[in-house]
């Protein structure tokens, strides 16, 4: 037998040895549970407005679910300003892009703020529901409260359109997300509009019990998925 040709036998060899492994690396990866993940739709109350992203409440939740074992990951897509327009033209690609487990809706403030007309503030709302339930996720919507500006009329149907939407559409409510906060010495910033770094733990406070049970549920439900 020739150099060249032990050579040759000694290469096809190893690329067959190569491609097996790497099929059953494949077959492994497709036994194992996917990293479900959590994508956050919101303004400045969760854009880490005027602090840095590790001290605001999304980071916070990232190192909770690392703290108590889940394997799950955090993307924070929010913008300081945004309404629920912006969240509903940003929403199909991030559905897209993270297909995530869970989604919060941490929008409606600066509509409410700019007396926006409520049915489109609703429309967009339920619109952001319906996307994220269809592409698999469970919805979260953090309800906010206004000054009364526009009157008491606007102001209580504004408050009562989160737990409306959250009634008819079977999602998760967290019915005031600054409970605890708005009015609270120390816990605003000096504009009197944003949460303080020191809210930041109350904020994650005021979700972490509607978020856990989703959590602990849907990471059985993957792990029984990726089970062969």
């Known amino acids: 037998m020739t150099f060249l040709l032990k050579y040759l ?8 040895i190569l491609n097996g492994g790497d099929a059953m690396a494949e077959s492994r990866g497709n036994n194992a ?6 994508v956050i739709v919101g303004d400045s109350l969760s854009a880490a407005y005027n602090m840095e992203l590790r001290q605001a409440w999304p980071s916070l939740l990232q190192d909770r679910l690392n703290k108590d074992g889940y394997d799950w990951k955090v993307f924070n897509s929010s913008i300081t300003g945004d309404t629920t327009e912006g969240g509903l033209t940003r929403l199909p690609r991030l559905l897209e892009r993270y297909r995530p487990a869970i989604v919060i809706v941490e929008l409606g403030g600066n509509d409410g703020l700019r ?17 994220s339930q269809a592409g698999g996720a469970r919805v979260v919507l953090t309800g906010i409260r206004i000054p009364p500006n526009y009157g008491a ?17 079977g999602t998760g409510l967290v019915p005031f997300f600054m409970e605890g906060i708005a009015l609270v010495p120390g816990m605003m910033q000096a504009d009197g509009v944003h949460p303080s770094i020191e809210a930041q733990t109350v904020l994650l406070d005021n979700l972490w019990p509607i ?3 989703a959590v602990q549920e849907m990471t059985g439900e993957l792990e029984g998925v990726a089970r062969p």
């Not at 549970?33 to 959590?38: E, F």
């Open 9 to 16: 036998i000694f290469f096809l060899t190893a690329v067959s």
């Open 33 to 38: 549970a996917p990293q479900p993940h959590i």
């Open 115 to 131: 007396g926006l007309p409520l049915e489109v503030t609703r429309s967009n709302l339920r619109e952001m529901i319906v996307l």
């Open 153 to 169: 009329r606007y102001v209580d149907q504004f408050e009562n359109m989160y737990a409306e939407l959250a009634g008819e559409y």
């Open 211 to 213: 978020i856990e049970p």
